[in-house]
Each structure stands twice: as structure tokens, then as C-alpha cells.
């Protein structure tokens, strides 16, 4: 069992940055791929940004330049560093953590078991 929760969200004007965490429970968490995920009003939760315990990391590719995923072992945490951000990134972002290690999965939801509450990132024009 895992528990994940994130933090870092706010209001940030159009083209700012935030930084999101997500603090594990666990004393697996390096054996994790994470993920992160964002749900806009309306719309499906989409993928955003998977690292795996080695550091080999992929980003949609919209994102590509502008988001980074990273973890820290150690500390039971993955952040994601979201520059240049637009009023189009408006979301709740989601933290989750998945057991499938084959790189191809990584984008997809249902191959996560664990997710966190959320946390909110509104971007103002």
C-alpha cells in the first residue's frame, strides 16, 4: 500500500512557474514508476510526465521544454517543475504510482494503483 500526497499547487500568472511534490508513505517507493496527471473542468485526466527508479523519464509531448519530472529516492518524493506556464495548464494535478515497468505503459491511467488527492494549479492570462 501506498499513500501519496501532493502539494505545491496555487494561482500563478501566465507565464510563471510552480514547482508540485509528492510525498510518499512506503518503503518501496524506489521501485515505483511515478506519474504525474492532470484533469482539467470537462475534460479526461491526461498524462503529463512518468519517471521510473532509475531516473529515465518521458513527458507528453506538449509539455515537452516546459515540464520536468524528477524524484528523490531518499526522500520518498517526485516533483514536477512546470515553467512558462499557460492558462490552458489550469488543472488538478495528480501524483501516482505504478508497479508496470515497461516504458509503453506509463501513459496510461488504469496502469497506476495508487493516486493522491490532487492539488490545484490555476494559471490567470
Known amino acids: 500500500q501506498v499513500q501519496l500526497v501532493e502539494s505545491g499547487g496555487g494561482l500563478v500568472q501566465a507565464g510563471g512557474s510552480l514547482r508540485l511534490s509528492c510525498a510518499a508513505s512506503?518503503?518501496?517507493?524506489?521501485?515505483?514508476?511515478m506519474g504525474w496527471f492532470r484533469q482539467a473542468p470537462g475534460k479526461e485526466r491526461e498524462f503529463v510526465a512518468a519517471?521510473?527508479?532509475?531516473?529515465?523519464?518521458t513527458s507528453a509531448d506538449s509539455m515537452k521544454g516546459r515540464f520536468t519530472i524528477s524524484r528523490d529516492n531518499p526522500k520518498n518524493t517526485v516533483y514536477l517543475q512546470m515553467n512558462s506556464l499557460k492558462p490552458e495548464d489550469t488543472a488538478v494535478y495528480y501524483c501516482?504510482?505504478?508497479?508496470?515497468?515497461?516504458?509503453?505503459?506509463?501513459?496510461?491511467?488504469?496502469?497506476?494503483?495508487?493516486w493522491g488527492q490532487g492539488t490545484q494549479v490555476t494559471v490567470s492570462s
Open positions: 501516482a504510482a505504478s508497479w508496470v515497468l515497461q516504458r509503453a505503459s506509463w501513459v496510461a491511467r488504469d496502469q497506476y494503483a495508487y
Open positions: 519517471i521510473d527508479r532509475s531516473g529515465s523519464f
Open positions: 512506503g518503503r518501496t517507493f524506489s521501485s515505483y514508476v
